[in-house]
């Protein structure tokens, strides 16, 4: 026996955690097949995300370099959170509400920074519209999605969530 299968044995005999390393295609710790909705929601956060990606370019290359960096920083956070939970819904990893939660509040955030910076007249109709249309219906879908607690963990229906009476129990035999 090699001393590699002698330590693993030991690791295995003592309890001690191993490592097991997903194979590919294997679906991470915590996962299930995504639902048809799941993959739908999925879809729209990767779709939110990708598209914001070009949009980083063009602000980079229109806005002045001190609003550009605040901007772009601001949007790219939030493509790589719309990105990573759309990615984690498609593959039905339950660990997707952390980074649903961080979209949430960086589109709420952008919406409300667009709309108290932009001037009066068109800008501010584009920011009311972006905002109407994109940034809030998203930061809602994200907020539902990180509060909805997963399938397996859902409360099941129980038939009465008193403890017993005396009445009920049955004493003696």
């Given at each position: 026996?090699?001393?590699e299968?002698?330590?693993?044995?030991?690791?295995?005999?003592l309890?001690?955690?191993?490592?097991?390393r997903?194979?590919?295609g294997s679906?991470?710790r915590g996962?299930s097949?995504?639902?048809r909705a799941a993959?739908?929601q999925g879809?729209v956060?990767?779709g939110a995300g990708?598209?914001?990606?070009?949009w980083?370019g063009?602000?980079?290359a229109?806005?002045?370099?001190?609003e550009a960096?605040?901007?772009?920083?601001l949007?790219?956070l939030?493509?790589?959170a719309?990105?990573?939970?759309g990615?984690?819904?498609?593959?039905?990893?339950?660990?997707?509400?952390?980074?649903a939660?961080?979209?949430?509040?960086?589109l709420?955030a952008?919406?409300?920074?667009?709309?108290?910076?932009?001037a009066?007249?068109?800008?501010?109709?584009?920011?009311?519209?972006?905002a109407?249309?994109?940034?809030?219906?998203?930061?809602?879908?994200?907020?539902?999605l990180a509060?909805?607690?997963?399938?397996?963990?859902?409360?099941a229906?129980?038939p009465?969530?008193?403890?017993?009476?005396?009445?009920?129990?049955?004493?003696?035999?």
């Open positions: 026996m090699t001393p299968e002698t330590s693993a044995m030991t690791h295995v005999a309890g001690a955690p191993t490592r097991s997903p194979t590919a679906a991470p996962s097949r995504p639902t993959r739908r879809r956060l990767m990708l598209a914001l990606l070009p980083l063009y602000l980079a229109t806005l002045p370099p001190a960096a605040a901007w772009v920083t949007d790219a939030e493509a790589a719309l990105i990573t939970a990615s984690r819904l498609l593959h039905g990893d339950h660990r997707h509400r952390v980074p939660a961080a979209a949430a509040l960086l709420v952008d919406a409300c920074v667009d709309l108290a910076t932009a009066p007249g068109a800008e501010l109709a584009t920011a009311v519209v972006m109407v249309v994109a940034e809030i219906p998203l930061a809602a879908l994200c907020a539902m509060a909805r607690p997963p399938r397996a963990a859902r409360p229906a129980s009465s969530p008193l403890p017993p009476t005396a009445s009920s129990v049955s004493v003696g035999g």
